[in-house]
């Protein structure tokens, strides 16, 4: 059974950094597209960012490109989600989670995402 497990998350403040790590464990995820979701209070979850299998492709919400940088490493089995320049309105629970890769893959549909971590808080405060 896959167990993916985030960490990372915590308090920062606009304009700061952080970086949230998300460990498989229970197989390995080499031919998987790992991803990063969001959720706020009262507000649906989304899409943050998501790297291919292979690592050569990537792609992110319009609201963090240029600020958040999705990575994997497959040697420790883990993703990582860098993310700079925070804003307040970047604040939820983000979620990692991870898809079997195949053709016609929709990158930003969460039912493509077969495991899903618990999920970890991130606070930015103005």
């Known amino acids: 059974q896959v167990q993916l497990v985030e960490s990372g998350g915590g308090l920062a403040q606009a304009g700061g950094s952080l970086r949230l790590s998300c460990a498989a464990s229970g197989h390995t995820l080499n031919s998987f597209v790992r991803c990063w979701f969001r959720q706020a209070p009262g507000k649906d979850r989304e899409f943050v960012a998501a790297?291919?299998?292979?690592?050569?492709?990537?792609y992110y919400a319009n609201s963090v490109k240029g600020r958040f940088t999705i990575s994997r490493d497959d040697d420790k089995n883990t993703a990582y989600l860098q993310m700079n320049s925070l804003k307040p309105e970047d604040t939820a629970v983000y979620f990692c989670?991870?898809?079997?890769?195949?053709?016609?893959?929709?990158?930003?549909?969460?039912?493509?995402?077969?495991?899903w971590g618990q999920g970890t808080q991130v606070t930015v405060s103005s």
């Open positions: 989670t991870a898809g079997p890769s195949a053709g016609n893959f929709k990158w930003m549909d969460q039912y493509e995402y077969e495991y």
């Open positions: 790297i291919s299998w292979s690592g050569a492709a990537t």
